[in-house]
């Protein structure tokens, strides 16, 4: 009898061996698929703004959900300045368009306070 239950034990073992290779048959290749998007998103976000813009704008809203965004965008546009750098030098339109002012124009005058936000 205690050969028995040990032969059943083994063919237990043998049958979830075979149900998990099943799931492993579907399972990588969904994987696959996600690392690429995924992979293929993050390259996505390294991109500037207005490429990157075109292309959210054609993604799905599900696929808000499916990927984790905020992680990504943090370190896809984590920047290598440091605290007591010097801001990168930049010009900007004033709001009326008549003008280009420079950030370095200020350089060595009262500190710059830059605010940057949406307008909607």
């Known amino acids: 009898m205690q050969y028995f239950g040990a032969n059943f034990v083994g063919l237990t073992a043998v049958y979830q061996f075979i149900q998990m290779r099943g799931f492993l048959k579907y399972a990588i290749p969904v994987l696959a698929v996600y690392m690429v998007l995924l992979s293929g998103l993050f390259v996505a976000m390294l991109q500037p703004p207005a490429v990157f813009g075109r292309i959210m704008s054609k993604l799905p809203a599900v696929a808000y959900f499916l990927f984790p ?39 060595g005058q009262e500190p710059v306070v830059l605010i940057f936000g949406s307008h909607t």
Do not use: Y
Not at 90 to 98: H, I, N, P, R, Y
Not at 101 to 107: M, W
């Open 69 to 107: 965004f905020k992680p990504m965008w943090l370190v896809a546009r984590r920047g290598h300045l440091k605290v007591g750098d010097m801001a990168p030098a930049f010009a900007l339109k004033t709001s009326d368009l008549s003008q280009v002012v420079r950030l370095s124009s200020f350089r």
